[in-house]
């Protein structure tokens, strides 16, 4: 039996860098019958270990991890030169120098390795396809893999490479594309059933689902599950921070951006981002190893108005209750609004 067809709740909590996705919050939402995610993206792989080991400790469930792949797109480095001249004059500002906009794989050879060495039941990888062989090595040791895609024919690309499921990621999602190249512009719905009209793998629906009705609707629409980050956000398990949490609760609109990290990502707008995003270049990780000094002092100073502030379309709708709480409320609602449609199409017939 796969881990999507044993889930009690159809809901996946999606994997946040950057500190949201906690071991408790992961262990919060597997216990209460959904799948939770750590995301190994921007930590090292002995952090990565030691947060395996308390979700174990957690919970008997089962649960995931996500893995940034890393990129091969050559950068323009003139690009982000300037990029770099421009940000000074605020970095003066706080009193900090900005980083150095080295590359860098994220570690991903090593966290793969202990993942191997040390399986967990679900490993997603984001920022492109996996190669055939790590898919391989992870399923002969019982790790099911899942690849996460913008692009319906990348839906099929990895459904070719032998992945257990397929997460598609609409545009509304918050934070950080999960495939590359990262411009593409498909809303979850089109994507969703683009998807599955080319690829024979379940499905797990992205972006914008932040209530019951729009599980609904991402079950309807041929979804195995959903997977919901943005909702989490300001449960106690989490790791947000209180700007991010305030942010969040907030009416505030949302847009992409590469001005953070040089790869674009769904956030809350601020003066940051209207100011530097039409001048951000691409480039992942350099660009974020540009701005890391910035955002932590800006962080540390409490200025909304400079970190980055992830979070999908349909933020307002989180709400500061439990994990477990959270999974139960939303999975009963999607239950009602599937009832009620089913209701509806008795008067079609």
Same mark, same amino acid.
């Given at each position: 039996?796969?881990?999507?067809?044993?889930?009690?709740?159809?809901?996946?909590?999606?994997?946040?860098?950057?500190?949201?996705?906690?071991?408790?919050?992961?262990?919060?939402?597997?216990?209460?019958?959904?799948?939770?995610?750590?995301?190994?993206?921007?930590?090292?792989?002995?952090?990565?270990?030691?947060?395996?080991?308390?979700?174990?400790?957690?919970?008997?469930?089962?649960?995931?991890?996500?893995?940034?792949?890393?990129?091969?797109?050559?950068?323009?480095?003139?690009?982000?030169?300037?990029?770099?001249?421009?940000?000074?004059?605020?970095?003066?500002?706080?009193?900090?120098?900005?980083?150095?906009?080295?590359?860098?794989?994220?570690?991903?050879?090593?966290?793969?390795?202990?993942?191997?060495?040390?399986?967990?039941?679900?490993?997603?990888?984001?920022?492109?396809?996996?190669?055939?062989?790590?898919?391989?090595?992870?399923?002969?040791?019982?790790?099911?893999?899942?690849?996460?895609?913008?692009?319906?024919?990348?839906?099929?690309?990895?459904?070719?490479?032998?992945?257990?499921?397929?997460?598609?990621?609409?545009?509304?999602?918050?934070?950080?594309?999960?495939?590359?190249?990262?411009?593409?512009?498909?809303?979850?719905?089109?994507?969703?059933?683009?998807?599955?009209?080319?690829?024979?793998?379940?499905?797990?629906?992205?972006?914008?689902?932040?209530?019951?009705?729009?599980?609904?609707?991402?079950?309807?629409?041929?979804?195995?599950?959903?997977?919901?980050?943005? /909702?989490?956000?300001?449960?106690?398990? !989490?790791?947000? @921070?209180?700007?991010? %949490? +305030? *942010?969040? $609760?907030? =009416? &505030?609109?949302?847009?992409?951006?590469?001005?953070?990290t040089g790869k674009r990502?769904?956030?809350v707008v601020n003066a940051?981002?209207?100011?530097?995003?039409?001048?951000?270049?691409?480039?992942?990780?350099?660009?974020?190893?540009?701005?890391?000094?910035?955002?932590?002092?800006?962080?540390?100073?409490?200025?909304?108005?400079?970190?980055?502030?992830?979070?999908?379309?349909?933020?307002?709708?989180?709400?500061? /209750?439990?994990?477990?709480?959270?999974? !139960?409320?939303? @999975?009963?609602?999607? %239950? +009602? *609004?599937? $009832?009620? =449609? &089913?209701?509806?199409?008795?008067?079609?017939?």
């Amino acid at each position: 039996m796969s881990v999507l067809s044993a889930l009690r709740q159809p809901i996946v909590a999606a994997p946040m860098a950057g500190g949201p996705s906690t071991p408790a919050l992961v262990s919060a939402v597997s216990a209460a019958g959904g799948l939770g995610f750590l995301a190994a993206g921007m930590i090292d792989t002995g952090r990565l270990v030691a947060d395996i080991a308390e979700v174990r400790a957690r919970t008997r469930r089962p649960f995931g991890v996500n893995v940034f792949l890393p990129g091969d797109d050559a950068v323009d480095e003139s690009a982000i030169r300037e990029y770099a001249r421009r940000l000074a004059p605020q970095a003066d500002q706080f009193g900090v120098s900005l980083g150095e906009p080295v590359g860098g794989d994220d570690a991903y050879p090593e966290k793969l390795a202990a993942l191997l060495a040390d399986p967990v039941p679900v490993v997603s990888f984001a920022f492109g396809l996996p190669d055939r062989a790590a898919v391989a090595a992870l399923r002969e040791r019982g790790t099911e893999v899942w690849a996460t895609v913008t692009r319906p024919d990348a839906a099929t690309a990895a459904a070719e490479l032998g992945v257990d499921a397929v997460v598609v990621q609409g545009t509304e999602a918050g934070g950080h594309r999960g495939g590359v190249p990262d411009d593409d512009d498909y809303s979850l719905l089109p994507l969703l059933r683009l998807a599955a009209a080319v690829c024979d793998r379940p499905l797990v629906a992205a972006g914008g689902i932040a209530d019951g009705p729009a599980l609904a609707a991402a079950l309807a629409a041929g979804a195995a599950a959903a997977q919901l980050g943005t /909702v989490f956000l300001r449960c106690p398990e !989490a790791g947000s @921070s209180p700007l991010h %949490r +305030a *942010a969040v $609760a907030s =009416a &505030a609109p949302t847009a992409l951006t590469r001005a953070y990290t040089g790869k674009r990502a769904r956030g809350v707008v601020n003066a940051f981002l209207r100011a530097h995003d039409a001048a951000a270049p691409a480039g992942y990780p350099q660009v974020l190893h540009l701005t890391r000094p910035l955002l932590a002092a800006a962080r540390r100073d409490e200025d909304a108005s400079v970190v980055n502030l992830w979070a999908g379309q349909a933020h307002p709708l989180a709400r500061d /209750v439990p994990a477990a709480q959270l999974v !139960a409320e939303i @999975s009963a609602s999607a %239950r +009602a *609004a599937l $009832a009620t =449609a &089913a209701q509806l199409s008795t008067r079609w017939g």
